[in-house]
Structures are given as C-alpha cells and as structure tokens.
Nanobody, 123 residues
Framework: QVQLVESGGGLVQAGGSLRLSCAASGRSFSTYAMGWFRQAPGKDREFVAAISWSDDSTYYADSVKGRFTISRDNAKNTVYLQMNNLKPEDTSVYYC????????????????WGQGTQVTVSS
C-alpha cells in the first residue's frame, strides 16, 4: 500500500512558476515509477510527466515539454514537478501516481493516486 499526498498548488500569473511535491508513505517507493497527471473541468485526466524507478528516465507530454521538469528524491520518498512559464491552459487539478512498472505513460498503468492539488494560472 502506498499513500500519496500532493502539495504546492496555488494561483499564479501566466509566465510564473510553481513546484509541486508528492510525498509517499509506505514501502518500496524507490521501486515504483512515479507520474503526474492533470484534469481540467469537463476534461479527461491526462498524462503530464513520468519518471522511472530504475534509471530516472523521464517522459513528458508534448504540451509541457521544455517547461516542466519531473524529479524524485528516494531518500525523502518525494517526487516533484517543477512548472515554469505556466500558461492559462495549464490550469487543472494535478495528481501524482505510482506504478509498479518501470515506467508508465497511461492512467491504467498506475496503481495508487493522490487526492490532487489545484493549479490555477491567470492570464
């Protein structure tokens, strides 16, 4: 069992930055791939970024590539999402999730989910 708690969301102006954190409790954090997803009102939840457990390989949605950076600190059982140059279309609830696979880019590859943190970007 893994519990995930996101933090760091908030209101920011376009062009600004936020860093989301996801603290994990439970065993074997270092052997789980971690991902960030987001869901805007009326839309499906979508993949944002993922990081593997084995070699820290990272993957990003095209819409955030070059602006967002995912990283993890296994000693702190925490995964981060640094978001720069935010745009109004980034406004969503952001969720972190963990997968027993080496890496996952789809929702169905993730087993545990956090409750989400709201990110609002004003124009």
């Amino acid at each position: 069992q893994v519990q995930l708690v996101e933090s760091g969301g908030g209101l920011v102006q376009a062009g600004g930055s936020l860093r989301l954190s996801c603290a994990a409790s439970g065993r074997s954090f270092s052997t789980y791939a971690m991902g960030w997803f987001r869901q805007a009102p009326g839309k499906d939840r979508e993949f944002v970024a993922a990081i593997s457990w084995s070699d820290d390989s990272t993957y990003y949605a095209d819409s955030v590539k070059g602006r967002f950076t995912i990283s993890r600190d296994n000693a702190k059982n925490t995964v981060y999402l640094q978001m720069n140059n935010l745009k109004p279309e980034d406004t969503s609830v952001y969720y972190c999730a963990s997968s027993p696979l080496r890496i996952g880019l789809r929702l169905d590859q993730y087993r545990y989910w956090g409750q989400g943190t709201q990110v609002t970007v004003s124009s």
